[in-house]
C-alpha cells in the first residue's frame, strides 16, 4: 500500500473531488439513460465507477485519459447490470427486480410519463452496441473519436452503429412525430 | 473536432430535430450533489453499504449455482444433442457451458461464434449465458467477473478475456 505524504494526499483528494464535481452529473445521466430510466441503479453505477477511479487515479496523469477510462468502467458497469436484469427476467420466478421497476416508474412519473416510456421502450429495442453508442453521441454528446476509444471499437463500426440505431428509433417513434413543430414534444 | 467526429452535422435536419427531441424528454432529473457524494464518500471510506444490486447478485448467485448443479447434473446424464437449441434460441445454453467437460474448448468454440457480431437477442442471450456460468463456475462476485485489477480488454465483449481472468 503506498503512503502518500500529506500534500500529495490533499492534492490527491482535490484533484477527485474536481473530477467527481466535473464528471457526476454526466456519468449519471449516461447510466439512467442506458439503463433505461433507473435511477437508483444509475447512480450506484456512477458511484462504482468514481470508487475504481478513486483507486487508479496516480495511474493517470492526465485527466482526459483517466475520463475515458473512467467512461469504460462505467459503461461495462452498465453492461454487467443490464445482463444481470436479463438474466434474472430468463430466471422468471426465482428473481424479481420490484425495486428497479418501482424506482424507473417513481423517475418517470415526475415527468412526461408516456414519452418518456416510449423512448427508454425504443432504446431497449436497440441493440447493446447500438444503444451504447446512440446514448453516448446522441444523448451526451462524445465525439465519434471518443466513443471510440470508450466502447473499444473502430470509429467505422460506431458510425454503421448510429446509422442504424437512428433509423431504428425513428421508425419506432414515428407515430409521436418528435421534432416536428414540437408535436409529441416533452 | 476531427472530420470524423462530425456525426451530428452530417445529418439532416429533420433527424437533428429528431434526437434534440428525443434527448430533452429523456433526461434524468438533476442528481443531488451532496447526498451522492456523501454516499461515494461512504463508500470511499470502506464502510458503505453493500450496493442493492449487490445483495442483489448474491442472491442470484446462490439460486442460479444451484439451479445450474441441477442443469449440470441432468446433462451429464443425457448430454445435450446440439449447440442450437429446438426453439432458435442462443447456441450456447448454460447447461451446455455447465455440463461441458472442457468448459474452455465449448467457450471458445461456440460462445466466439455466437459473440463474434453480438448485435441480436440471440446472441445477446448467448453472451448472457457465458457470463452467468462464468460466475457460477468461479463462484464470485459479479462485479469482479470481468475485471481484473481493473485493467479491461481493449474490447468490451472480448469472452477471451473473461476466460483468461477466470478459466
Redesign the interface.
Known amino acids: 500500500m503506498t503512503v502518500l505524504a500529506p500534500d500529495a494526499a490533499v492534492e490527491r483528494e482535490a484533484r477527485f473531488r474536481a473530477f467527481v464535481a466535473e464528471h457526476r452529473e454526466q456519468a449519471v445521466s449516461t447510466a439512467w439513460r442506458m439503463l433505461g430510466g433507473d435511477r437508483a441503479t444509475a447512480e450506484d453505477v456512477a458511484q462504482d465507477a468514481f470508487v475504481r477511479a478513486y483507486r487508479a487515479l496516480d495511474s493517470f496523469r492526465d485527466d482526459a485519459r483517466l475520463s475515458t477510462w473512467f467512461y469504460r468502467i462505467l459503461v461495462r458497469t452498465v453492461q454487467n447490470r443490464r445482463r444481470w436484469f436479463a438474466i434474472r427476467r430468463r430466471w422468471q420466478g426465482l428473481f424479481t427486480d420490484e425495486a428497479k421497476t418501482e424506482d424507473a416508474h417513481a423517475t418517470m412519473m415526475r415527468r412526461d410519463v408516456g414519452l418518456q416510456r416510449r423512448i427508454g421502450e425504443a432504446l431497449d429495442g436497440l441493440s447493446a452496441g447500438q444503444r451504447e453508442v446512440f446514448v453516448l453521441v446522441y444523448l451526451e454528446g462524445f465525439t465519434l473519436t471518443e466513443a471510440a476509444e470508450v466502447l473499444g471499437k473502430a470509429p467505422g463500426t460506431l458510425k454503421s452503429h448510429l446509422h442504424r440505431a437512428l433509423k431504428s428509433m425513428r421508425a419506432q417513434l414515428a407515430d409521436l412525430r418528435l421534432g416536428e413543430d414540437d408535436e409529441g414534444g416533452a | ?2 472530420d ?2 462530425r ?2 452535422d452530417d ?1 439532416r435536419s ?18 443531488n ?1 451532496a447526498a ?2 456523501r ?2 464518500r461512504q ?2 471510506a470502506g464502510g458503505a453499504r453493500r ?3 449487490a445483495w ?2 448474491g ?2 448467485l446462490a ?2 449455482a444451484a ?1 445450474a448443479l441441477v442443469i449440470g447434473l441432468r446433462a451429464t446424464e443425457a448430454p445435450p444433442p446440439s449447440p442450437a437449441r429446438p426453439d432458435g434460441g442462443p447456441a450456447v445454453s448454460l447447461s451446455e457451458v455447465v455440463a461441458a467437460l472442457d468448459v474452455e474448448q465449448a467457450l471458445d468454440v461456440e460462445a466466439d461464434e455466437a459473440l463474434a457480431a ?3 437477442e440471440a446472441d ?2 448467448a ?2 449465458d457465458v ?2 456460468a462464468l460466475t457460477v463456475l468461479e463462484d464470485a462476485p ?2 469482479e ?3 481484473a485489477d ?1 485493467t ?5 465483449l472480448a469472452l477471451g478475456d473473461l476466460l483468461d481472468v477466470t478459466l
Not at chain 2, 429533420?14 to 442528481?31: I, K, N, S, W
Not at chain 2, 479491461?152 to 468490451?156: F, G, M, V, W
Request: charged fraction near 40%.
Open positions: 473536432m476531427r470524423d467526429d456525426q451530428r445529418l429533420d433527424d437533428r430535430a429528431f434526437l434534440d427531441a428525443v434527448r430533452d424528454a429523456y433526461r434524468p432529473e438533476p442528481t450533489a451522492f457524494d454516499a461515494l463508500r470511499l450496493s442493492i444490486f442483489g447478485g442472491l442470484a439460486a442460479t439451479a453480438p448485435d441480436d445477446d442471450e453472451a448472457d457470463f452467468l459479479e462485479d467477473v470481468g475485471f481493473d479491461l480488454p481493449d474490447d468490451y
